[in-house]
């Protein structure tokens, strides 16, 4: 199997129980992909400059419903990977306070697939 390109990635895994319109998703994955972006470059500016240097690689997976997020954001913290669980606001399709998505990373690979990689992509 030929090695990918890249060593660094973020994911972000979306509630697909939620059944989020396609401009919606796009939205809640944005803000996580920015809000982990930060997280990085304050707690680990190496992974940053890495990934933003590879081409900022991000996967978007699927997550079943709130549980297995909070799973994973238990999992992300143990592991002290960057992440962001995303709360929407509430003006337009959802309740205030859903939470639709976490990113994680970006940061190694293997490390973020060690949390994520029984996931399916989205």
């Known amino acids: ?5 890249t060593e660094n990635k973020l994911v972000i895994a979306v509630r697909i129980d939620l059944k989020l319109s396609p ?10 992909s920015v809000n982990c972006a930060f997280a990085s470059k304050k707690s680990n500016p190496k992974w940053f ?24 954001q238990h999992l992300a913290k143990v592991n002290k990977l960057p992440h962001s669980l995303i709360t ?19 940061a190694p690979e ?3 697939d060690a949390v994520t990689g029984q996931l399916a992509l989205l």
Do not use: F
């Not at 309740?95 to 990373?105: A, D, N, S």
């Open 1 to 5: 199997m030929k090695k990918p390109l």
């Open 88 to 106: 929407d606001a509430g003006h337009t399709e959802l309740p205030p306070g859903t939470v639709t998505c976490l990113g994680i990373g970006p």
């Open 23 to 32: 401009g919606k998703l796009a939205a809640q994955v944005s803000h996580a």
């Open 49 to 72: 400059k890495k990934w933003y240097d590879e081409g900022q690689r991000k996967v978007v997976l699927k997550a079943h419903d709130i549980e297995e997020l909070r799973e994973l």
């Open 110 to 112: 293997n490390l973020v």
